[in-house]
Structure formats: C-alpha cells, structure tokens
C-alpha cells in the first residue's frame, strides 16, 4: 500500500523542531539586543564624561581662576550648566586638600578629579588631573 503525505505523528514532531529553533533563535536576537542597548548606553557615558574632560580642561588653561560645582543631577562651571543628563558622585581635590563646591579654583595649582557618571544600572568614572603646563 502506498501512502501519500505525512502522518500526525510526523507533523507534530517537526513543529516541535522548528519550535525549539525558532526559541533559540528568538532567545539569542532578544540578548542581543539587550546587549547591544547596554553598549551603547556606555558609550554615551563614556562620551559625556570625554565632553566634561574637555571643558573643565579648557577652562582651567583658559581662565585664571573658576568655580566648579558638581551635584547629584548637574555639573556647572562658572554658573553655566555644562552637563545634567546623569547622576553624579565626585570627589575634587584642590591644592592637595579636598575641594568645595563653589571655591573658586585658582588654576597655577593642579586639581584632581573624580567623577562618577551613572545611569540606568551603567556607570563610568572620569578621573584625571588638571594642571597648566610648566
């Protein structure tokens, strides 16, 4: 006796197959794409405390003296909103004691800087010292 088609039997266990791909595949491009917002939330972390680097070094090689003010939601230099996208945690130190916020910051003496960025679950550290050339 010939047959033609497939059986029940047969049917069922290709779509249990193709089920078990197609979680595989779906579990593995979802992570992916997890993985891939996290990445790039970083990077923005990353670039915002580069921005912040840039202008607190260009201030201080430009200005003879400035204020730096760094609160949970905002950064401020001279009064001037510089940054205010992230949460941040910073430890300044200022002619080797720890700095205040709104001190004025003679820029003869090298400051160090600490500043936290985090968002999110994500965070990044900026550290780096400021100083004028000899």
């Given at each position: 006796m010939k047959k033609?088609?497939?059986?029940?039997?047969?049917?069922?266990?290709?779509?249990?197959?193709m089920g078990l791909v197609l979680g595989v595949i779906f579990s593995m491009f979802s992570s992916g794409i997890k993985q891939g917002e996290k990445t790039k939330n970083r990077i923005y972390l990353q670039?915002?405390?580069?921005?912040?680097?840039?202008?607190?070094?260009?201030?201080?090689?430009?200005?003879?003296?400035?204020?730096?003010?760094?609160?949970?939601?905002?950064?401020?230099?001279?009064?001037?909103?510089?940054?205010?996208?992230?949460?941040?945690?910073?430890?300044?130190?200022?002619?080797?004691i720890p700095y205040i916020n709104g001190q004025k910051i003679n820029s003869s003496y090298p400051v160090e800087i600490e500043i936290k960025f985090s968002k999110d679950g994500n965070d990044y550290t900026l550290r780096t010292t400021l100083?004028?050339?000899v």
């Open positions: 033609n088609g497939f059986t029940l039997i047969e049917l069922l266990v290709v779509l249990a197959i670039q915002e405390a580069n921005y912040v680097s840039t202008v607190l070094r260009k201030t201080h090689q430009n200005k003879p003296e400035y204020t730096i003010e760094i609160t949970n939601s905002e950064i401020k230099i001279d009064g001037i909103k510089i940054s205010d996208k992230y949460n941040y945690v910073a430890y300044i130190k200022y002619n080797k100083s004028r050339g």
